[in-house]
């Protein structure tokens, strides 16, 4: 999966330039990213003892004006906890571990705290924070509950509600760098299938709903609007089709190239 939204991703990028390397008077207005980190979990088991695991995705984002961008995010994370790493000894004892594969979803709103212009070396970096909702669903689930004896561990949708704080640099042209920290806050106390009321007689902490949060860093590429043809790319045109017409007395052959001529 991972192999597969890499390609894609640099195919789409390769695609553009070859497109665009001949226009200009151009503008971003959107931007198309792949990313790269490790996430970890905070609920009821092994408290104050974060395992942290793979996560990768991307998002396309499309901007409302400088400052503000619409953005769709897609994220796979491994979340996973076991009471015997941690130091608490009522969490040893209890001794309950989960391990999930979730695929995210979410849409969120993002601000820029500054200007940001890709190709200009006054504006090549800002910070950013977004907000927004979405949710997830797990693709693979293992747990404890399975050796005792529990069988209601069907996986279900839970709302998430993404919390992102970032920075975006730009390297040459459209391309950028970026690394972002996002913290999900959820609907859901069960995500490690260990809620507040507890099971077995050992009980859950008093903390509330489960959370999760992920640290990643990945390259993006702008999607430009253009504007107007390259100054470059018209003189290339006047040296195939001959000069242009500069009054209505032409010669046979410039007519002729000026018939086959596109506007």
Not at 46 to 63: D, H, M, V
Not at 104 to 115: A, G, H, N, P, R
Not at 217 to 228: A, C, E, P, R
Request: charged letters at 20%; hydrophobic letters at 35%.
């Amino acid at each position: 999966m991972r192999t597969v939204v890499l390609y894609l991703f640099f195919s789409v990028i390769f695609s553009m330039t070859a497109q665009a390397q001949y226009l200009q008077l151009s503008e971003t207005s959107g931007e198309i990213g792949v990313f790269q980190g490790t996430a970890s979990y905070r609920g009821d088991i092994a408290p104050g003892n974060y395992k942290w695991n793979p996560s990768y995705g991307g998002f396309y984002k499309k901007l409302v004006n400088d400052y503000i961008g619409i953005r769709v995010n897609y994220e796979n994370i491994t979340l996973e906890g076991n009471d015997n790493s941690s130091f608490d000894m009522y969490a040893m004892q209890r001794n309950f571990y989960f391990y999930r594969k979730f695929e995210e979803i979410s849409l969120t709103t993002e601000l820029y705290f500054l200007k940001f212009i890709d190709g200009n070396k006054h504006f090549r970096f800002s910070p950013y924070l977004s907000f927004g909702a979405g949710a997830i669903k797990s693709k693979i689930s293992k747990s404890d509950m399975a050796v005792e004896g529990y069988t209601n561990v069907q996986d279900t949708i839970t709302i998430v509600y993404p919390l992102n704080l970032g920075f975006k640099y730009n390297l040459i042209g459209p391309f950028n760098v970026f690394g972002e920290a996002t913290y999900r806050f959820t609907n859901s106390d069960n995500i490690d299938h260990l809620s507040d009321d507890g099971r077995n007689g050992y009980q859950g902490s008093a903390s509330g709903k489960d959370q999760y949060f992920s640290f990643k860093v990945g390259l993006s590429y702008n999607l430009l609007k253009i504007y107007g043809p390259d100054k470059q790319f018209n003189e290339k045109k006047k040296s195939i089709f001959g000069a242009e017409e500069s009054s209505d007395k032409t010669s046979t052959k410039k007519g002729l190239f000026k018939f086959f001529k596109r506007n």
